[in-house]
Structures are given as structure tokens and as C-alpha cells.
């Protein structure tokens, strides 16, 4: 657990027990840093965290007060999920296409879009490199950068890792048409038809419809909206099934916006060594976290290269450019050759125009600002939830990304509220969309990435009533 979460549960414990009272002014940042030794980063994270759980509210010009009415303060989480165990085939894509196919109009607002809206992200500035960097561009460079991709991106992409503290060497980077691309070969370099893939439960969609395509199967294993898979539950599944590799999102999980602590991943990397078993690490959110620091990927830890790290520059900065990587460990050489004999190209333009919008810097300054935005809309999508939707919704409290996961009561069809929302041009993503069995037909993915537009507060409450409508039946 880390430092403003420690302090965050503390002053919450002190709340639940009538020690701080509804009113009641907490310290100050600046008192409470000298007071508790603590840097002030730490103590606003922790405030921070307190503010999105519901416990306390920001006062302008007056600090931060234990919120007047604690009644539904803090909302219970999601039920971890509890799979039956079994590998199955996937048939989840006619579904997918049925559900959201036609969903990503503009007219549409996305609360079941699996993009943050593109106005968090500079393409203004992206759109002027890539035009300067087309008009100077040299053609010998549509042969040289065939494989593995931009030499000048491939060095910002381990500079990056340096800068995490991890050693990548450049060889081990292969770029991609976006982190699908990347996941998607990661996955035929170490399965074949047949083989048993593990997931978590749930898990993104667009992972089962990669193994539906390869004819692989799903095992999925017990994942809480809090810390992530559970290694439990993993190591009985390796000891019961025999696995080819692991499909797994370690921070800030679509959907539940899960992250598993430090501790867990360590944990977890050691399994899958004992098994010589290969972890797939989508990380694609990596950038878009809320805490004092970068979330520790599980390839950090990884020393016997069994670790397939899969990142993207789609989410946090340039949508629709299709720009991601694999650092492929001892796999790098078998994924640069199968995107070869796939796509053979990269997106050469897009990569030349990210290359060179990070050879200025901005980068940092960018995602400072894009993470502030996001923490805002998630706390405005979290009061939405406690003020509209039925009572006895749970909802995870996600430190990243852009992803919160519901829990509404037994009766209530999220595929149906789909529908109804549809109908009034609300996009959603329905639980059974996430999971190879279509379970969680009563939960619901919402993306609070859109929260800047202007409609998304009327989409949430609408949402919410006609949630609280099917409850009633």
C-alpha cells in the first residue's frame, strides 16, 4: 500500500469511528505534512483519494471538511468475481459488434466508448510535426524503419523505461499499429490453437475476441475491483490446467480500473516463473495514473524475460495515429518477425510525428494535465453514481485510467439499460460483454474519460434514472 493510501484509510478510520465528524476541517496540506513527516504530494494524494471515496469535499480558499452528509459517503465495491473454473471457447465478438458497433458517432455521448475523449490530447501539435515531418522526409526510410520500427521512437520508448528505472534494450523493442497489434502477435508467439489462455474475470472484451480468432481458450480466474487478479486462485488454475500463457492488465484494468500492489505483482511474476509460464502485460493505462507515482509494471520485476510488455501511445496522447510497442523479452525476435509477415509496415508517418513531438518535450507537462482533467472527471462520474443510481450500486474507486465499474442490484439488466440508454444516444458497455460466459449481466463499464463534454452530467443522471426505473420493474 503506498504512503497516501496508508494515510488516506487512517484519517477514513477516524471518520467511520466519530473522531472526525461531519464538518469537521482536515488539517492542512501544509500542517499535515510537517506534522505527520510526510511530503505535501503525499498528503494532497491521500485528501484526494478521501474526496473520490465520498469522505470528504474541497472548500475553495478553505481546505478540505468531512462531507455534512455521510449517509452513502462511501459506496461498497464490486463483489470480487468468482469464475467457475473452467476453460471454454470465446464467442463473445458477435456480441461486441451487436452491443457497440455503431455507437462511436459523435452524436452519441461514449459512456460505453473504450477511447478518452481525443480533446485531452494535443493533436494540434501532432498534426504540425507530422506534416513537417512528411515534408522532409527521406524515402529511404519507408525500407529502414520496416522493422522494428522508428529508430528515434523505439530510443524515447527506453529512455521512458530508464526513466521507471528499468534497463530495455533497444533491440527489444518492436513498434506496432497500435497496442492491439502488439497484444495480438505477443499472443501467437507463445499459443496455439487449443491452447488455454488465462484471464481475468472480467476482462476487456477486445482480449477474448483475440482468442476467439486464434481458437484459443479462456480460463478465467477470480479478480478483485481493488488489487487485481488473485494469486490464489492463479496458482490453483496452473496446477489444475496446463496454460500457455497469461493475459493480464496489472494497473488500472479494463474494466474494473483494478491495480495490484507492488507486493502482488512481485508475487505473481514469481508464479509464472516457476511455471515457465509467459505473462502478456497490457499496460496501455500506464501513463493515466492518479497517484504520487507510476504504477510498477510487472516487467520490472521480470528476470528471465518470460514478461511481454505491451504499451500504446493511443490513449495518452495520440488517438487514431496507431502507435504502440511490445518490449518482448526473450520473445522479441519471434514478435519482430510475425509483424513482418503480418503488416510488414509500420505506421511510418505517425511514428516519425510522435518521435518527433517528443524530441521537443511537452510530453510530461501533457499527461500532468491530462491526469488532472481525468481526476476530475472521475470524481464528478462518482457523485453522479451515489446521487442517481439505485440504491445498493457498488462501484470500484479506480486510481487510473478511465474506467469505473458498476454493480447495480440483482434485477437490473445492464443489456437492456443499454438499450434505453441507446435510445436516448447514451453509448454503454453492458457486463456480459466482459466475460466469456456473459456473466455480469448486472454490472456496467461507464468511461469517464468524456467527462469534459457538456452532456455527460445529463448522461450520467439519465443513466441513473432509468437504472432505478428497471430496478422498480
Keep these: 500500500m503506498n504512503l497516501y493510501e496508508r494515510h ?35 498528503i494532497f494524494e491521500a485528501y484526494y483519494l478521501l474526496e473520490t471515496r465520498g469522505l470528504v469535499e474541497a472548500r475553495p480558499r478553505s481546505g478540505y471538511f468531512v462531507k455534512e452528509d455521510l449517509a452513502q459517503a462511501e459506496t461498497a465495491a464490486p463483489d470480487d468475481s468468482w469464475p467457475d473454473g473452467r476453460a471454454r471457447a470465446v464467442d463473445v465478438g458477435q456480441l461486441v459488434f451487436e452491443l457497440l458497433g455503431s455507437l462511436n458517432r459523435r452524436e452519441f455521448v461514449p459512456l460505453g466508448s473504450a477511447f478518452p475523449s481525443p480533446s485531452l490530447c494535443p493533436l494540434t501539435r501532432l498534426a504540425r510535426h507530422l506534416g513537417s515531418e512528411m515534408r522532409d522526409f527521406d524515402p529511404w526510410r519507408l525500407v529502414e524503419d520496416l522493422a522494428p520500427g522508428n529508430e528515434s521512437l523505439r530510443r524515447h520508448i527506453v529512455l521512458r523505461y530508464a526513466m521507471d528505472g528499468m534497463v530495455i534494450a533497444a533491440t527489444e523493442i518492436v513498434l506496432t499499429n497500435g497496442a492491439m497489434e502488439g497484444l495480438n502477435l505477443s499472443l501467437q508467439a507463445v499459443t496455439r490453437p487449443g491452447d488455454v489462455v488465462v484471464v481475468e474475470s472480467p476482462t476487456f472484451y ?97 528476470t528471465q524475460g518470460l514478461v511481454i510488455h505491451c504499451g500504446s501511445f493511443s490513449k495518452c496522447l495520440a488517438p487514431g495515429y496507431r502507435v504502440g510497442w511490445v518490449a518482448g523479452g526473450k520473445f522479441a525476435a519471434r514478435i519482430e518477425q510475425m509483424r513482418l509477415m503480418y ?131
Design 343 to 473: 503488416t510488414l509496415s509500420p505506421a511510418i508517418p505517425s511514428e516519425a510525428a510522435i518521435a518527433a513531438y517528443l524530441d521537443r518535450g511537452g510530453y510530461d507537462r501533457h499527461l500532468r494535465r491530462m491526469r488532472a482533467a481525468l481526476a476530475r472527471y472521475l470524481a464528478v462520474a462518482m457523485e453522479a453514481v451515489r446521487a442517481y443510481f439505485p440504491a445498493g450500486t457498488r462501484m470500484s474507486a479506480p486510481q487510473g485510467g478511465y474506467f469505473l465499474w458498476l454493480q447495480l442490484p440483482d434485477s437490473v439488466d445492464t443489456t437492456q439499460l443499454h438499450a434505453l440508454a441507446r435510445e436516448r444516444g447514451i453509448s454503454l458497455a453492458p457486463g456480459p460483454l466482459f466475460s466469456s460466459d456473459r456473466r455480469c449481466t448486472h454490472c456496467l463499464r461507464l468511461n469517464y474519460g468524456h467527462g469534459g463534454d457538456p452532456r455527460f452530467a445529463s448522461a450520467m443522471q439519465t443513466v441513473g434514472q432509468l437504472a432505478t426505473a428497471l430496478m422498480r420493474g
Design 206 to 302: 477486445a482480449a477474448l475476441q483475440a482468442l476467439d480468432r486464434l481458437q484459443l481458450r479462456a480460463l478465467e480466474v477470480a479478480t478483485s475491483s481493488a488489487w487485481g487478479i488473485d494469486i490464489d486462485a492463479l496458482a490453483a488454475a496452473l496446477k489444475r490446467e496446463r496454460v500457455a500463457a497469461c493475459w493480464l492488465m496489472t494497473s488500472f484494468q479494463n474494466p474494473l480500473g483494478s491495480s495490484m500492489p507492488d507486493e502482488r505483482k512481485k508475487a505473481l511474476v514469481a508464479l509464472l516463473a516457476e511455471h515457465e509460464v509467459p505473462l502478456i502485460e497490457d499496460d496501455v493505462y500506464a501513463e493515466l495514473y492518479f497517484g504520487a507515482r507510476k504504477p510498477l509494471p510487472a516487467k520490472a520485476l521480470d
Design 8 to 42: 488516506a484509510n487512517e484519517i477514513a478510520e477516524l471518520i467511520r469511528a466519530g473522531v472526525l465528524r461531519p464538518g469537521d476541517r482536515l488539517p492542512s496540506v501544509r500542517a499535515a505534512s510537517a506534522a505527520r513527516g510526510l511530503s505535501r504530494t503525499t
